[in-house]
């Protein structure tokens, strides 16, 4: 066994492949090149010669001593032991025994329904009298952005009704009276910073230039992945929806591979820590489907679900090849709330990973399971994962909504898939959509508001808003 663990490793590293620059040394190559214009020096020669020339002098300046051991460190048999190590810090080598090793130290909360949701259901929440008054205001003085769906009432956060509040250092699992996983949460989901920063500005750089597909709430909520497909084959398009129509065609393509690789480090991270029920239930959807992961329009995918995805940590850029791409739809957010409410997809859990958050759980912005009183304290690097089909809704953040750049950022990444997009991938691909059709219904349907009659919300009931 312990032999096929370590082949395993070695395997895992081999598909992993790191590259690393200072931007000293980018700029000694440009100088190399000034100098030497008809390539008589390679700059390759120029840089080693340089670099010999440093470890031997008697002293170099400090910026430099650290700029040379950064490349040490990232070059030949240095970059081979860093690759051991970020592997082994993701936690992308854990095997099963690894899991469930980790799982035994969180604690495991057993649950029960409220014979009333809480906070109730179809209502936006405000965790403070300051965020109350501040977005009714808003809300209602500002146009409606859908008037096909109605405004929500608000209400104000009564801590004392609350079952459970997981506080924001806290890691639990949530069962029910029969055992079955209904959710939980998991702090300091990833154990490298760099990685948490690297996505999160990612994220921070894509945002602005995606469209938001939920206008009626506040904070931005963006799609990234697929929606459809090219007639002239099984896949679906990648979505059509950056806020400027012309940008530069190659910016756009690199931005869909960086957002597709925030998604496939979550998915591999994911693969490796979570409830096995969890897993389960997404390689169910995905096989029975059969429908293709997110692989940034296609730059990413290698065979079948794998592909290549990157990760920069300072300095250097590791690449994993041949390794299961996530889930073929997913969101970006930032400052976004939603009231409680239900939603069907076509997998029973959803994912959510925090990446910054800047101010306390006080402020609101923090996660619900109404359907057993459950609040989750917002934290960054936290990682959310709920049954959708339950009543749930995160709060309203406590700042200024008619602020374009508040003090209070909050922004995340969220695995989650439309309920049509099976039915449409399968009518898709039997031709009884058009690409056209296709695209509409899934854009349709890509955040949805159900009615109550189509779940179990009828039957557990709501307490009346106060607003």
């Not at 104000?156 to 959710?183: M, T, Y």
């Not at 602020?403 to 309920?419: C, E, K, L, S, W």
């Amino acid at each position: 066994m312990a032999r096929s663990g370590a082949s395993g490793k070695k395997r895992l590293l081999e598909r992993t492949k790191g590259s690393a620059g200072t931007e000293f040394e980018k700029r000694l190559r440009e100088l190399a090149v000034e100098a030497d214009p008809q390539g008589e020096y390679a700059c390759t020669t120029v840089t080693r010669t340089f670099v010999n020339w440093c470890k031997s002098a008697p002293s170099v300046p400090p910026p430099l001593r650290s700029a040379l051991a950064r490349r040490d460190a990232c070059t030949g048999k240095g970059m081979r032991n860093y690759r051991r190590k970020v592997i082994r810090d993701l936690n992308l080598n854990w095997k099963k025994a690894s899991r469930d090793e980790y799982l035994a130290d969180i604690e495991v909360v057993v649950v029960k329904p409220l014979r009333k949701p809480y906070p109730p259901p179809n209502h936006i929440v405000a965790e403070s009298e300051s965020a109350h008054v501040a977005w009714f205001k808003f809300m209602e003085e500002r146009p409606i952005p859908d008037k096909r769906k109605p405004k929500l009432p608000f209400h104000r956060l009564q801590n004392e009704k609350l079952a459970i509040n997981v506080v924001q250092d806290k890691s639990v699992i949530f069962k029910d009276a029969k055992g079955r996983l209904v959710g939980g949460v998991f702090r300091d989901f990833c154990p490298d910073e760099e990685a948490v920063k690297w996505a999160e500005a990612i994220v921070a750089e894509a945002l602005p230039q995606l469209t938001n597909i939920r206008k009626e709430d506040p904070g931005k909520l963006s799609q990234v992945g697929y929606n459809a497909g090219k007639l002239d084959r099984p896949a679906f398009d990648w979505a059509k929806n950056l806020t400027r129509r012309k940008r530069d065609a190659t910016a756009v393509a690199q931005m869909d591979v960086k957002s597709s690789s925030v998604f496939a480090l979550l998915w591999q991270m994911v693969r490796s820590r979570l409830p096995k029920e969890v897993i389960n239930d997404f390689d169910t959807f995905l096989t029975q489907l059969g429908i293709r992961r997110m692989d940034g329009s296609g730059q990413m995918a290698s065979e079948g679900s794998s592909g290549t995805y990157s990760v920069v940590l300072g300095d250097a850029t590791f690449d994993f090849h041949n390794v299961e791409l996530a889930p073929p739809a997913g969101l970006f957010g930032q400052n976004y709330s939603r009231g409680i409410h239900f939603e069907y997809q076509p997998h029973l859990f959803a994912l959510a990973w925090t990446l910054s958050r800047n101010k306390g759980p006080d402020a609101g912005g923090n996660f619900f399971m109404a359907k057993y009183g459950i609040r989750i304290e917002a934290a960054a690097n936290a990682l959310v994962f709920w049954m959708p089909r339950e009543w749930h809704g995160t709060s309203l953040l406590d700042h200024s909504p008619y602020d374009a750049a508040p003090d209070f950022i909050q922004r995340g990444a969220a695995i989650v898939t439309p309920n049509r997009m099976p039915g449409v991938w399968k009518k898709y691909r039997a031709n009884e959509l058009t690409r056209e059709e296709a695209l509409a219904e899934l854009m349709e349907g890509s955040c949805e508001i159900f009615d109550e009659e189509d779940g179990e919300g009828k039957e557990e009931g709501s307490d009346e808003g106060d607003s």
